[in-house]
């Protein structure tokens, strides 16, 4: 069984950094697209980085230049530091990852999420 489980979150005072981490387990053959969505109470959950295999990166307009995606392939992991946070950067952080196991198709898998609070 595919699982994506995520690290790093916490409690940070305004312009601080934290990095999130997610780590891919299970009987994997392959990783295309990971990566982090958010969820802030009452809000639609929106995309904050997306990686693909071959290293190309996408941001969400609210995080360009703050926040950077990488990943390491040979350690199944994605990362995610955040830099210059906000209050409005408080939300659950969510790993994803469009992997392909051993049922032979490629599916979207979801972390069970990390807390971000940014407040002084």
């Known amino acids: 069984q595919v699982q994506l489980v995520e690290s790093g979150g916490g409690l940070v005072q305004p312009g601080g950094s934290l990095r999130l981490s997610c780590a891919a387990s299970g009987i994997i053959f392959a990783i295309y697209n990971m990566g982090w969505y958010r969820q802030a109470p009452g809000k639609q959950r929106e995309l904050v980085a997306n990686?693909?295999?071959?290293?190309?990166?996408t941001y969400g307009d609210s995080v360009k230049g703050r926040f950077s995606i990488s990943r390491d392939n040979a350690k199944k992991m994605v990362y995610l530091q955040m830099n210059s946070l906000k209050n409005e950067d408080t939300a659950v952080y969510y790993c994803?990852?469009?992997?392909?196991?051993?049922?032979?198709?490629?599916?979207?898998?979801w972390g069970q999420g990390t807390q971000v609070t940014v407040s002084s």
């Open positions: 990686i693909t295999s071959g290293g190309s990166t």
């Open positions: 994803t990852a469009d992997i392909l196991s051993f049922r032979a198709i490629v599916s979207a898998y």
